[in-house]
């Protein structure tokens, strides 16, 4: 499936800022699954973007505006080209989840991290989740991912970032993320090596895939001269045509009970589970489904800490905001209309303790991160 994508991050300053410094991890990876043909971020004002890997092998965009400034506008615009997994595991034992080459080389997705740490009430329901389960890590695995909608319900904005998993549980409710993180405590409660994996989701509810495709929709062989070419701009000449597209389509299809061919989102978080013999096996809490075509994987981590879509500081005495849209849509979908996009104003955690080091050197520094 070829998919477009928009990533549009607004930062806003209650009064102008000396310097802001942010690390983006927006571009998704390339792998056996998916390939990037094409990838490029903008920033208003313009600034150098240098471009990394982490310890993960996640891309990190690193930029930086070392003038005053009261906004900051990041966009980041790819094009990739998924593939549906096939596989899935077979019977697996779980006595080989004590196998200690296995526990060595999977020690980091076993034991608690900043954000997935657990005590006895997540045993409790780990245990609960596996109970009826066959002697297989893959069913294991299913068992705690169908087990997590049950225990919490999907209620944007319901929960901040750093709400502890006993948090989650006691109050019943969560976004992506949070559905994400209990999996991956649950499956590290009973020995499973688990790890959080952050992207996009091509679906208008991320609750609930679209069990087909529209008639017709495109696996993007039909792409115009100029999407995708070498000059990274995969939208065409109007970088807006993505978001005119969305505006335009996830109404229409809605309406008429299809799969949508552009919808506006946010960004999506999952897990992986790995299985001896076998390797990662990907499944979607949030949805309690697998994981396919429509996912795009930007990249994966102990937890949120590792793969936030945004992190960074900025100096001065000032609160801030960020609008976070994510716009995707199939290359054919419609473009006759133009409508006002819509924007989904994301929480920023801003604290003056959270992003100083050392406080009396440098007064004015926050943390921002944006919440999935």
Not at 72 to 87: G, K, M, R
Not at 124 to 136: I, K, L, N, Q
Not at 233 to 256: H, K, Q, Y
Request: charged share 20%.
């Amino acid at each position: 499936m070829r998919l477009d994508i928009a990533y549009r991050l607004h930062f806003q300053y209650e009064r102008p800022v000396s310097e802001s410094q942010n690390e983006i991890r927006a571009r998704p990876r390339d792998d056996a699954r998916q390939q990037v043909m094409s990838y490029r971020l903008t920033t208003t004002p313009a600034t150098r973007v240098l471009q990394t890997r982490d310890y993960f092998g996640t891309t990190v965009d690193h930029l930086g505006v070392r003038a005053p400034h009261d906004e900051l506008l990041v966009v980041a615009e790819a094009s990739v080209e998924t593939t549906p997994i096939e596989a899935t595991p077979g019977p697996v034992s779980c006595e080989r989840l004590s196998d200690q080459h296995f526990v060595n080389t999977q020690i980091e997705y076993l034991v608690p991290s900043r954000h997935v740490q657990w005590g006895d009430l997540i045993d409790e329901v780990a245990s609960w989740a596996v109970r009826s389960a066959a002697d297989d890590i893959g069913e294991h695995v299913l068992a705690v991912v169908r087990a997590v909608p049950t225990v919490l319900a999907y209620e944007r904005g319901s929960t901040s970032i750093g709400v502890t998993l006993e948090e989650l549980v006691d109050g019943g409710r969560g976004v992506c993320q949070d559905f994400a993180h209990l999996a991956v405590g649950m499956l590290r409660c009973v020995g499973i090596p688990a790890r959080y994996v952050s992207g996009y989701l091509f679906a208008l509810d991320e609750t609930q895939l679209p069990e087909t495709d529209p008639d017709g929709a495109s696996d993007g062989s039909d792409m115009h001269p100029g999407d995708g070419s070498g000059d990274g701009n995969s939208f065409g000449t109007d970088p807006l045509d993505i978001r005119r597209r969305a505006d335009v389509d996830m109404f229409g299809a809605e309406a008429a009970g299809a799969a949508p061919r552009a919808v506006s989102v946010q960004t999506h978080a999952w897990i992986e589970a790995a299985v001896p013999g076998f390797g990662w096996y990907a499944l979607d809490p949030t949805n309690g489904g697998t994981v396919g075509e429509r996912h795009v994987v930007i990249g994966h981590g102990r937890d949120y800490n590792d793969v936030p879509p945004v992190r960074g500081v900025f100096n001065g005495a000032a609160e801030a905001k960020v609008d976070a849209e994510v716009i995707i849509a199939q290359p054919t979908a419609p473009s006759s209309m133009v409508t006002e996009p819509i924007r989904r104003q994301t929480r920023v955690a801003v604290s003056s303790a959270a992003g100083v080091a050392q406080p009396s050197a440098h007064p004015g520094d926050h943390q921002q991160q944006q919440q999935q």
